[in-house]
Every structure is written in C-alpha cells, then in structure tokens.
C-alpha cells in the first residue's frame, strides 16, 4: 500500500506546487453577495464579499446604511481544485439586521489588496414590515383609548437561540406628534430567565401607519438566557404624557377614556381650535406583546479552554521580547476580535504549562457598537521561562458557534523565541556530587615496621611517584570542586526562585491595592464591582496560602481568614453574586451598585486578616 501511494502523493503535491504561482500570479478580483435580498425587520440577512486571487486584503469592519446594522462577523479562507489548477479565495462574512422597512441599496465597499484598490458591486435589499408588527400597530391604532396616540414594539428577530447567547433587541415607540407626546419613563423589557443590557437610543424618524402619521423612536439592546426552557420575553413597558382636550362648557363629568373619541381623539375642537378650549395633560401606559422565546442548553462536549463564549471570533497573538534569559518575563498579547457575549470571553489558557510560570493576566475591551455585541477584548499575560525554549507555548481559546450549533477551538500561531542559559542542578543531586564515597575499612592485621619486615614485603610497593603526581590525588581534589560547583548554581538558582517569587508577591499586592482603589471609588457597574471585589478576595488569600489565585474558591477564602457563621455567609453570597452577574451582563435597570451594597462589601473586605 505504501508503495502504491507514495508516488500519487508527490504527484499532486507537485501539481499544486506548479499552479499555485498561477494562481499568485493572477489579478486578484472581488465580488459580494446576499444570500437573500428579501427581507423583513428584524430578520438577519448574510452578506459575504469574496476576494479571489490574494491571501488578504483590508475589508471594512462595518458597513453604514441607514436603516441596515451591517457588522462583519468573520473570516475564512478557501482552495479549490479544478482540472489540476487551485484557485485561493478569502471570505468575509457580514451580518445584516433591518431596522425599518424599505428598498435599500448597499453601496459599493472599498477593499485594499496591497497597493490596489477593489471596489464590490452595488447591492439592493428589499425589507418587508414584519407581519406581527403590521398586526400589533394597525390594532393599537383602532382601539378607542390613548394607545391610538402611542404604541410599543418589541423586534427579537431570532425566537430560538441557546443559554448564554446574546441575541440583539429592537424597541419601536409610536407616538402621534399632534398629541406633543412627552416621555415620563423609558422602555423596559419586562420577564425573567434572562437579563438585558443598557439601552441605547438609535434613530427616530416619522413614519406612516394606516394613513396616520407617527413619530417612532427606536431603541436597541441585547439579551442572553440565564437558563433552558420556553418563556416569554415582554413585554415592554414605559409611560408618556399626552396632550388630550376637553370643552369649557361641558359641565358633567367623564372618565379618563371620555378624553379621546373612540373614533378619533383628534376630532376633538381643541385639535382644531385650541384658543377655544383648554387642554389636560394624561398619563398613559405604554406596553407591547410579549414574544415567545426558547432556549437550548450547550452541548456537554464543551473543550476545556471553554470559559463560556458564545458567537463568532478570531484570535490574534505576539509575545514580546523574544530574546531572553531563563526566569526573565516575556509579555503575551492576545486579541480576540468578533461577535459574541464579550463578557464570558477569558484570556486564551496554555495547552502545555511545562517549563513556564505563568502570571495572572489583564483585559481591556473595546466595542464597536451601542451594546457591546461585537468588538475587541485585548489580553495581557507575562511567562517566565524555567528553562531553555526555542517557541512560545500554544495559546488555545474555546467559543460555541450558535450558527453551526458547535464548538470551535482558535490556537495561537507558533511563535520562535530565544531563551538563553539553562537551569541549575538540583541540590540533591550537588550534593551526593560533594558527599565523597564512604571509605571501606577492613581489618588488617599490624605489620611489624622493621627493615628486615620491608625487604620481605618489598614485592608489594607499588611505586616512589609524588602524592601530588598522581591520577587518585587530582581526583579526590575534583569531588570538592564539583561540590562547591553545585553549591554556587544551587544559589544562584535559589536567588532566582525567590527574585521571581518576589516579583510575583509584589505584582499580586500592587493588584489587591488597584483594585481597592477602584472599589472605594464605587464608580463602576454591579458587574464589574462584584467581579473586582471577588478578585481581591482571591488575591489576599492567595497571598496568605502562598498559592494561584485561580484556585481559590469562596470556600477555600473563607477557611483560609477563619470565618464562621455570618461572615462565611456573607463571603459565599458575593462570590455567587459575581458568578451571577459575570455570567449574562447586568441586570435590566442597574448602572450603578448600591452606598449601602458598597459599604457592606468594603466592610467584609476589610476585615478579612490571617
């Protein structure tokens, strides 16, 4: 079988080896498509721009159309063999969500192949009002009541999605113009099983509904299941102030409903002639249907560098200096760049920890949106090798990928490095070095030390040679030397172990201090407070145990300050806290955590002594 394979094998690789250049050397080319140019609101549509005849090029991270989201959500690279020629392409994979409804034409994006400029073609993408939205609007506006001067909407455009997922939300708001509506509360989005992120005021812009003009205000967030199961997500609420008119001379009393006609409000005199009335400003509730929404659990197949990340990402690493000596740091750089619950993303983790300390690493996010659904989580991790290494180890980041309903491992390309010097010998090994061999002793019987005693044993001496001339005197002055040796790089070892010990105690220290500071100043959001609060802990009783971080648990943290009773129970409740709020984002309508939360957090803190 080998035989018969072996020379297949060389031939193609000889093949695509003389068409590659081929394929190089042609004028690279690009073109985009839609995979369907109908659509509603808030159904997603996919775009792809594909660039064929080059291994890259600078594409937009988003497209700006009134009206569309448009943000890129991935990269992949494909070859394809045809009659023995291979042709190289690289896809780049766009999201569209449709705001509002319309024809809209996607215009031609610039793509940078080296020196060269590609320009994609013209796109149009027809987007229907969504049925259920038509439905829920043409009946507010017939109802005899103040929901003919507002109405709400909820758009979830997927009604599917899996637990930990971030799925973005629309919110429509209606409001007649003639009623000089004014917003009391903002929209909220009522349930549970899930949490929301901030909203975000996007566009307002008037528009028609069944010959009645409205001015819709829009709002966007995200949502992510806490838990599988069917629920309703909804409705949203929120509260406004209208202008409704009632006549001078009406002496009798009405109801609140009597404000508006029950054919239309507007046909009240007071719309027509205000001078001749006088007008009462009404508070009215706002409030939408909910929408039906089911949530699938993860597959159990989850790789162990998954910390929970679900969407679509890439990975990009770069180690700096790359020149050093054995226990000096070198600094690792990880981006991860994408679409997904940026929240649940952690530092990528090393396949194969041997011969490496490695140091608790440090995040910044940038996102390129309203709500933080795509962007680019940047992390920092300092390594010390132990010993000599020719590449960095293998950086490996795990995500759930909600479109192919999979897991997906990204690893960090291989990156050479130049560790100089070389690890000490280990004492024990020094010192059996600098133990001489034990002496064998036997009991010789007492020669007497007469010349006539030395002349009969004179067949027994050996030789007249200077002690210092020979092989067994040099000998026994190296067991020395090579024990005074392994004592010095024993040293110098041990002062390497405690110089790095040291560093790492005094980088663990100068965190716990940043992190206090930034709890005192209480300026952060419930999710980040608990997660630093919960981290100091971690830190102050890794500093105690003399351990990582990253082990401690709220149990061990408890057992390591001694705590019993309430003090334990408040220790477990903030490390559940932080799990819970790191989990799925903050909660629906909490920006800033509590004085009275803070202090109680401070207060337990503070007390935690070995």
């Known amino acids: 079988m080998y035989h018969s394979t072996f020379p297949i094998t060389i031939l193609l690789v000889a093949l695509i080896g003389f068409s590659a250049p081929s394929v190089l050397a042609d004028s690279p080319s690009v073109t985009a498509v839609l995979n369907s140019s109908e659509a509603v609101v808030g159904e997603t549509v996919q775009l792809q721009i594909r660039l064929t005849g080059a291994r890259g090029a600078d594409a937009p991270e988003n497209i700006a159309v009134d009206g569309l989201e448009i943000h890129r959500t991935g990269t992949s690279q494909h070859f394809e063999m045809n009659n023995f020629s291979v042709t190289s392409s690289v896809i780049y994979d766009y999201t569209i969500m449709p705001l509002k409804p319309g024809t809209f034409t996607i ?15 013209t796109l149009r993408l027809n ?39 971030i799925v973005p939300v629309g919110i429509r708001l209606g409001f007649d113009p003639r009623a000089h509506p004014k917003l009391i509360e903002g929209p ?47 409705p949203v609420k929120a509260k406004a102030e209208v202008l409704a008119g009632r006549t001078r001379s009406s002496p009798r009393s009405r109801s609140p409903f009597d404000l508006f006609n029950l054919d239309d409000p507007f046909s009240d005199p007071f719309f027509s002639n205000p001078f001749g009335q006088f007008g009462e400003r009404r508070q009215v509730e706002i409030s939408s249907e909910p929408v ?69 690493p440090s995040s910044k996010f940038k996102q390129d949106d309203d709500v933080g659904i795509s962007g680019t989580k940047t992390f920092e991790m300092v390594l010390s090798p132990n010993e000599r290494k020719e590449r960095m180890p293998v950086m490996a980041f795990s995500y759930f990928d909600p479109a192919k309903e999979e897991y997906v491992t990204l690893r960090s390309d291989p990156i050479a490095i130049t560790v100089q010097g070389g690890a000490a010998p280990a004492p024990s090994i020094a010192a059996q070095l600098a133990s001489p061999p034990p002496a064998t002793t036997s009991a010789a019987p007492a020669k007497p030390q007469d010349i006539l005693y030395q002349l009969t044993e004179r067949g027994r001496v050996q030789s007249f040679t200077p002690l210092y001339l020979r092989p067994i005197f040099w000998f026994a002055q190296l067991i020395p030397l090579l024990g005074l040796i392994g004592f010095v790089g024993w040293k110098i070892r041990q002062a390497k172990i405690d110089n790095r010990e040291a560093r790492r105690i005094a980088a663990l220290q100068h965190q716990t201090a940043e992190l206090m500071r930034k709890l005192h100043r209480g300026d952060a959001s419930p999710r980040e407070y608990y997660a630093e609060a919960s981290k100091v802990v971690r830190l102050k009783a890794a500093l105690a145990r003399n351990v990582d971080p990253n082990t401690i648990d709220a149990e061990t943290a408890a057992d390591t300050f001694g705590l019993n009773g309430d003090s334990r129970e408040r220790l477990r409740r ?22 009275e939360n803070r202090r109680d957090v401070l207060e337990l803190i503070k007390d935690l002594r070995v």
């Not at 215009?107 to 073609?121: D, F, H, K």
């Not at 000096?328 to 760049?337: A, Q």
Request: charged share 20%; no cysteine.
């Open 292 to 360: 039906a929404f089911e949530v699938k659990p993860l597959p159990q197949n989850a790789p162990p560098s998954f910390s929970g990340a679900i969407g679509n990402f890439t990975l990009t690493t770069d180690a700096k200096p790359n020149s050093v000596q054995v226990g000096d740091p070198i600094t690792v750089t990880s981006t991860i760049s994408g679409r997904g619950n940026f929240d649940r993303v952690n530092a990528p983790v090393i396949e194969d920890e041997h011969g490496w300390h490695k140091y608790p």
């Open 127 to 165: 987007v229907a009002d969504s049925p259920a939205r038509s439905t829920r609007s043409s009946r507010d506006v017939q109802t005899g009541n103040a929901s003919k001067l507002v109405f709400a909407e909820l758009i979830v455009p997927k009604k599917t999605a899996f637990v930990g997922e």
């Open 107 to 121: 215009p031609p994006q610039m793509i940078r192949v080296g020196s060269n400029s590609l320009r994609t073609p």
């Open 188 to 234: 909220e989005i009522v349930g549970q099983g899930f949490t929301a992120q901030k909203l975000q005021q996007s566009g307002q812009n008037l528009e028609t509904i069944d010959g009645r003009t409205y001015d819709i205000v829009t709002f966007k967030t995200a949502i992510a299941a806490a838990r599988a199961g069917k629920f309703e997500i909804g």
């Open 574 to 595: 903030l490390f559940e806290q932080s799990d819970e709020l790191q989990y799925s984002g903050t909660h629906n309508g909490s920006e800033k955590i509590s004085p």
